[in-house]
């Protein structure tokens, strides 16, 4: 989870990778309206996010015991919430850094249907994880190998072990 920048897909896909378990990008469970909406700088109200929330939770809860890694923004609580929801167990992993650093990221970013104009409303709407929510803060800081290395150190163990 994090902000349009943080990293959420480079680090998700290498996480998946070293873990041996399917990667799904949140971006691609949007409907054709909500990436409409976002392209021409309108930010998505929770209407919007409810279906996009539902699909991604599904796909989580279809992966059962085998795991998966999937970026999702998950800003707010009350998404956190909707995703545990539908998929019990998810383990939240928080990328996080300071807005110069991640702007600057974004700034460089092509092809990506989120405008830099957006940012500053994802940092406002930024839920930090509460002490009851299953999850970790991983600091952005770096190279995505570095970060991901954070991410591995960060995550649970797994059951039986």
């Known amino acids: 989870m994090g902000v ?15 873990l041996g378990v399917p990667y799904a990008e949140a971006d691609d ?25 539902d699909a991604i939770a599904a796909w989580a809860r279809d992966r059962g015991s085998r795991g998966g ?20 167990g998810l383990f939240f992993l928080h990328l996080d850094g300071d807005f110069d650093l991640i702007a600057g990221r974004v700034a460089r970013r092509e092809g990506h249907f989120m405008p830099p104009s957006l940012l500053r409303s994802q940092f ?5 994880l509460g002490a009851d929510e299953r999850g970790a ?24 072990s």
Do not use: Q
Request: hydrophobic share 40%.
């Open 137 to 160: 803060v991983v600091g952005v800081e770096g190279d995505a190998g570095e970060v991901t290395d954070r991410a591995l150190a960060a995550l649970p163990a797994p059951s039986g």
């Open 4 to 18: 349009s920048g943080s990293g959420k897909t480079t680090v998700g896909g290498l996480l998946a990778d070293r």
């Open 29 to 53: 469970f949007h409907p054709p309206a909500n990436i409409a909406k976002m392209s021409a700088g309108v930010p998505l109200d929770d209407e919007d996010r409810r279906p996009w929330l």
């Open 69 to 88: 890694v999937v970026s999702c923004s998950a800003l707010a609580r009350r998404y956190r919430d909707r995703l545990r929801e539908n998929a019990p």
């Open 124 to 128: 406002d709407a930024l839920e930090p």
